[in-house]
T-cell receptor, first 114, second 111 residues
């Protein structure tokens, strides 16, 4: 069975700091990869996704992620965070088997201090 | 365009009762998914419905069931409620095997 690890559970940054959130998955086959974000009081929203092609994907609000197949990783990055980026971030994987179930990491709570 | 909608927002039940949660997908989406977000357990896949049929099921007991209606809306039923069923239940929809878009969830509290 596939699994997803997000090693950072709680990250505190100052505004303008750079962000990198780790995500590793365990599955040997082809995968689809996602980052979702949940802002306080709001529902889960898609930040970015990777299905195939260029392993560097750009999402909304200046976020990007890089798929490194050899490391089974899909880390999320942003060069300069803002207070409005305070949220919980979830990495999710879907094994490309046709069964459609997303496997989520445990989430990373990001707190950006002004 | 309206997103995924879920009702009710909150639901309070007692042990042994049944709960029914409802979901309307994004217009044009034919697949509906249910996830459970329980404290300490994270987001876990429950069920996937497509074209009125259950297509995949997560590691949950049979008292978690549901259905999808001809208009693609869906219902999740949880029978014989237990305290540990208290959680946020999220519904998502997709057009084919692509990105799943999530609704705001129904918070179920079992007393």
């Amino acid at each position: 069975a596939q699994s997803v690890s997000q090693h950072n559970h709680h990250v505190i940054l100052s505004e303008a700091a750079s962000l990198e959130l780790g995500c590793n998955y365990s599955y040997g086959g082809t995968v689809n990869l996602f980052w979702y974000v949940q802002y306080p009081g709001q529902h889960l929203q898609l930040l970015l996704k990777y299905f195939s092609g260029d392993p560097l994907v750009k999402g909304i609000k200046g976020f990007e992620a890089e798929f490194i197949k050899s490391k089974f990783s899909f880390n999320l990055r942003k060069p300069s965070v803002q207070w409005s980026d305070t949220a919980e971030y979830f990495c999710a994987v879907n094994a490309n088997t046709g069964r459609r179930a997303l496997t989520f990491g445990s989430g990373t709570r990001l707190q950006v201090q002004p | 365009e309206a997103g995924v909608t879920q009702s009710p927002t909150h639901l309070i039940k007692t042990r042994g009762q049944q709960a029914t949660l409802r979901c309307s997908p994004i217009s044009g989406h034919t697949s509906v998914y249910w996830y459970q977000q329980a404290l300490g357990l994270g987001l876990q896949f429950l069920l996937w419905y497509d074209e009125g049929e259950e297509r995949n099921r997560g590691n949950f007991p049979p008292r978690f069931s549901g259905r999808q209606f001809p208009n693609y809306s869906s219902e999740l039923n949880v029978n014989a409620l237990e305290l540990e069923d208290s959680a946020l239940y999220l519904c998502a929809s997709s057009l084919g095997p692509f990105t799943q878009y999530f609704g705001p969830g129904t918070r179920l509290t079992v007393l």
